[in-house]
């Protein structure tokens, strides 16, 4: 579990995280969702621990990242996976060397027992037959097949999605939402997703924060969205004509 | 006050490539790839150039020798010393600046643009080692070049000298052997050294820090050739302040 208190972050004095509090659950996966600007990827990167906060705390089961010294900090990555917007793959490398890349820097397996855990991953993900491609020749699903390959290949506590379906079409999306959601399940991690995407919301939205203007306006399920008494959430949610009409039938 | 804080995050920069060393296992293919792009990779340009230019410094010395008096032996002299003490250390290091720093901007900062660097950091790893540590192991080799740039350089001259008619093969031999300082050698491998250093860091320290999407990758290539140049001229002068006075 992840619990953010009182999470504060601005830069050249414009405040983009306003006292956040936060509760992100195991097995879960947990949805920060928000228009553009809204603080959203700089709240990720405060929990990977890529951005330091101004003020305020984050607890990695009850271990707060923001007093870790480096080393430490360094020790508590190993155990985070994430899978980001624009898969951030090796382009050097090919799929497998990849996914074992992780698995090379951090364990001392052989490298059967490696290639045995890669191709465990792999049939995981569903990417039979493309651990010789390069990412340039895999299409925009399948490179963020790898990315989540990569991204639980050392089995991590933690997974964290920066927009990872950003640039699919909403099939693939959708494919991708659930494969996210399964793994989460099968793993029991702690997964955090960034997104602005309302099929994700609705497919996998099991614990959802949303961000309006660095400040937290509202927190709830999938399952209570169409209840929510906020109307800058009822703004974002139902920003498109169909979604609109959607909620005057529900009503 | 800008480039203070800029010089002051190379030093620290520095700091952190010797601070985690990555697994040599994970190293040791980098360092591999990494002498082969960037010195075998530039073995060929480095050839050419040098022989040519060696050829033109001879050829220029024998056009500019009028008096009767002067011995054309000084060809051989004047292209020797100017391919061992500033051509094939400085002006091909400058050289290099371009086509080394500017790979190592590029593929650092690519790397940064599309988030690999921060997918390297989420996994714990000492990315200015993982990195840049890499490219300097491979640009401790670059003297070898440099030897090779000398020998083709004063190969250029003697070629240019002898098959141009401006002084025989004999004479330009005597020239590159009289008044031969051995220390000039040594200074001109101490000054390689420490500019294959700042080869292998000022371009990855523009690459690492860059700040955008493709194309401040080509403005920080083109920044990083211009600042790579700048430091290897003033330190040149540093270094033969300290050492030839």
């Not at chain 1, 405040?15 to 947990?30: M, P, Q, R, S, W």
């Not at chain 1, 793994?183 to 497919?203: A, F, G």
């Amino acid at each position: 579990m992840i619990r953010v208190k009182n999470l504060y972050k601005s830069f050249d004095n414009v405040d983009v995280l306003k006292k956040i509090n936060a509760k992100f659950e195991k097995g879960k996966t947990n949805l920060i969702i928000g228009q553009s600007g809204s603080g959203k990827t700089v709240l990720l990167k405060c929990l990977l621990g890529l951005l330091n906060p101004d003020d305020g705390k984050i607890f990695f089961n009850e271990i707060s990242i923001t007093d870790l010294k480096s080393k430490e900090k360094r020790l508590l990555r190993k155990e985070m996976g994430i899978v980001f917007q624009s898969s951030a793959l090796f382009d050097s490398m090919n799929v497998q060397e990849n996914i074992i890349f992780p698995l090379r820097m951090f364990t001392s397996k052989t490298e059967e027992e490696m290639l045995e855990r890669v191709n465990e991953v792999i049939k995981r993900v569903n990417l039979i037959n493309s651990n010789n491609k390069m990412p340039s020749e895999l299409s925009g699903g399948m490179q963020k097949r790898v990315a989540i390959a990569r991204a639980i290949v050392m089995n991590p506590k933690f997974l964290f999605c920066d927009e990872p379906n950003s640039g699919l079409d909403p099939k693939t999306a959708i494919i991708i939402d659930n494969l996210i959601q399964e793994i989460t399940k099968e793993y029991e991690i702690t997964t955090v997703i960034n997104t602005h995407d309302m099929n994700s919301v609705m497919e996998i939205g099991e614990n959802i924060i949303f961000l309006k203007d660095g400040i937290k306006e509202w927190d709830g399920t999938n399952k209570n969205i169409y209840n929510a008494n906020n109307a800058h959430f009822d703004e974002f949610v139902y920003s498109s004509e169909i979604l609109k009409k959607a909620k005057e039938l529900m009503k | 006050m800008k480039i203070i804080k800029k010089i002051g995050s190379y030093f620290l920069m520095l700091q952190k490539i010797f601070g985690k060393f990555t697994k040599w296992s994970v190293l040791r293919p980098l360092i591999f790839k990494d002498i082969e792009v960037l010195i075998l990779g530039s073995i060929g340009i480095v050839a050419f150039i040098s022989f040519f230019v060696g050829g033109v410094v001879a050829i220029q010395t024998a056009l500019n020798m009028s008096n009767p008096l002067i011995p054309r032996n000084l060809i051989g002299y004047a292209t020797r010393q100017s391919v061992i003490l500033e051509f094939a250390p400085t002006f091909m290091s400058i050289i290099m600046a371009g086509k080394v720093g500017s790979y190592i901007t590029s593929s650092i900062g690519t790397m940064r643009v599309t988030e690999q660097i921060d997918a390297l950091e989420v996994m714990g790893i000492n990315t200015y080692n993982y990195l840049i540590f890499p490219k300097i192991v491979a640009l401790l080799l670059y003297p070898f070049v440099i030897t090779f740039s000398m020998f083709l350089g004063i190969f250029g001259g003697y070629i240019a000298s002898v098959y141009g008619g401006f002084c025989s093969s004999a004479l330009f031999i005597e020239g590159i052997q009289i008044e031969f300082i051995p220390f000039h050698v040594r200074y001109a491998f101490i000054k390689t050294i420490i500019f294959s250093f700042l080869l292998a860091t000022i371009p990855a320290y523009h690459g690492y820090y860059l700040k955008g999407g493709a194309l401040q990758v080509g403005k920080a290539s083109t920044t990083s050739f211009v600042w790579t140049s700048v430091v290897i001229i003033f330190v040149n002068y540093m270094i033969t302040q300290i050492l030839l006075t």
